[in-house]
C-alpha cells in the first residue's frame, strides 16, 4: 500500500521549489576525457540563470541530464528533493519547455507552428507567446496574419524569426521550466534583450 502511494506521488510530480545538482561527474561512452567534473548547482524556482562556456564545454550535457535523457556517471540530481531517476519523465518533461538552435519548423501556418501539439489553440496563450517572443508587428506585417504560410522548416522566414517563433512555441505552452539552449544566437542584441526582460 505504501508502495503504491508513494509511486503514484512521484508520477504525479509537480514542480515547486528547485534543481540540485550535487558533485556531478559525467563523461561520454568510449570516451576518457570527463566532460563535467564535480558540478554542484542549486537552481531556485523563478530564478533566470546562464551558463556559459566554450564549444564542447558541457553546456549542452548539463541541459540534457536536467531533462533525463542522460544519466550521471557519480552525483545526483534533485527535483525538489526527489531523485531525478525516481521520476516519471514524461510527466518531468511536460513541465520543461525547450528551445534549441535547431527548432524544426513545419510547412503550416504561423499558428499551428506555435501552437503544435495542441489540437485545439488556446488564443490567450498564442497572443501571450507571440508578444513575448518580440513577434507581435511581424505577425501583424504577414499578407495573411498569423494563418500565414511559413514554408517547409521556416524558409520563408528570417533565421531571427525563425527562433523566435521557436521562443512562442515553447511559451505557448506555459512551462513550469524554460530551458534556452542558444535560442537567441541569431537575434540581435536589442530584440535579445527585449525577449529575456519579458520573460
Do not use: C
Amino acid at each position: 500500500k505504501e508502495e503504491k502511494k508513494s509511486l503514484k506521488k512521484i508520477h504525479a510530480f509537480q514542480f515547486k521549489k528547485d534543481i540540485v545538482m550535487k558533485n556531478i561527474y559525467f563523461k561520454y561512452p568510449g570516451r576518457k576525457k570527463l566532460i563535467l567534473k564535480n558540478i554542484s548547482l542549486n537552481i531556485k524556482k523563478g530564478k533566470k540563470i546562464g551558463i556559459i562556456g566554450g564549444s564542447g564545454s558541457g553546456k549542452s550535457t548539463l541541459l540534457n541530464l536536467i531533462l533525463g535523457l542522460i544519466n550521471a556517471k557519480k552525483g545526483k540530481i534533485l527535483i525538489d528533493n526527489l531523485n531525478i531517476e525516481d521520476l516519471d519523465l514524461t510527466n518531468w518533461r511536460k513541465q520543461i519547455g525547450l528551445i534549441s538552435q535547431n527548432l524544426f519548423l513545419f510547412d503550416d501556418t504561423f499558428e499551428k507552428n506555435i501552437s503544435y501539439g495542441d489540437a485545439r489553440m488556446n488564443k490567450k496563450n498564442f497572443i501571450r507567446s507571440v508578444r513575448k517572443s518580440n513577434l507581435s508587428s511581424f505577425v501583424k506585417s504577414l499578407p495573411q496574419k498569423e494563418k500565414t504560410l511559413i514554408g517547409s522548416n521556416g524558409i520563408k522566414v528570417s533565421g531571427g524569426q525563425h527562433q523566435r517563433i521557436g521562443i512562442a512555441r515553447a511559451l505557448y505552452r506555459n512551462p513550469k521550466i524554460l530551458i534556452m539552449d542558444e535560442a537567441t544566437s541569431a537575434l540581435d542584441y536589442k530584440t535579445e534583450d527585449n525577449i529575456m526582460r519579458d520573460l
